[in-house]
């Protein structure tokens, strides 16, 4: 057993003062409590960098359309950023006229419609076109240039939207061609006539993302084409979203290449939404008019 110190008369010594009291199990308090504000400051920027990531690109807020007739009553729906929103329904529905709106080549009567944070009812034709920029466009059938090489139809909003050097379109042409897996050397010359339906679809795609939009948007993107090139276009679009997080609004009548590709699915009847989730939820969905419209997949 230790003898408790005394001092010189025999007495119990006083204790140690502070100064003489280790030091190792403070510092490794203030150490814990360093690094556990560390993480919690870590903690939330990751959680600011999801809701950034995660923040609406595209925004219909209860938007209402009639021209003769009405086309569309209070749809909303929201694509946000990365996701590949796809708009389906049945013929003369309004689903390309949504796509209108997005361009703001048409406004709504009454909601909002919003991109990248810019609501477009109020701007002029001049915000329009800057705005525009933003989104990259496919149409059906794939509009290309008759009289254009496949180069040119390529490079055509290159030279209308950007200061690229002849060399810098070039290269930007090649490298479009080659994400949507087109030899450059073999096509830049054809002119579209000269080309399969999917080959144009193709040629399109690399023209709508030809100036790196952040928004891309398809009308009718596997309309007329074979399953085999069907399924090309829809690998290509899912390309895009999985590799360059573009953010995608599809409108489709087919449903099957819609649920291979997309995030959530929009379904349009009697003008307006009455589904709007991801495949698995649409698949689930006890609505009758929803259940009819997938009796064929």
Known sequence: MTDTPRDAKGAPAPPESDDEVDPRPRRA????????????????????????????????????????RPILENVSLVARRGETIVIAGESGTGKSTILKLIL????????????????????????????????????????LFDSMSVFENVAFPLREHTTLSDDEIEARVREKL???????????????????????KRVGIARGMAVNPAIMLYDEPTSGLDPLTTGTITRLIMKLQRELKVTSVVVSHDIRSGFRMATKLALLAERRIVFFGSPDEMTASQDRYVQDFLGGV
């Not at 920027?45 to 807020?61: F, K, M, P």
């Not at 703001?104 to 002029?124: A, H, K, Q």
């Open 29 to 68: 308090e203030e150490e814990l409590r360093a690094r556990f504000a560390e993480e919690l400051q870590e903690g939330e920027e990751t959680q600011d960098r999801v809701a950034a990531s995660r923040e609406a690109i595209v925004e219909l807020d209860h938007v209402s359309l009639a021209f003769d």
């Open 178 to 200: 080659e994400f949507v897996d087109l030899d450059p050397d073999r096509v830049m010359d054809q002119l579209p006539a000269e080309l399969s339906g999917g080959m144009k």
């Open 104 to 143: 703001r080549l048409l406004r709504p009567d009454s909601g909002r419609v919003i991109v990248d944070g810019e609501v477009l009812n109020d701007v002029t034709y001049e915000e329009a076109l800057v705005i525009r920029q933003k989104m990259g466009m496919v149409f059906q059938g794939a509009a």
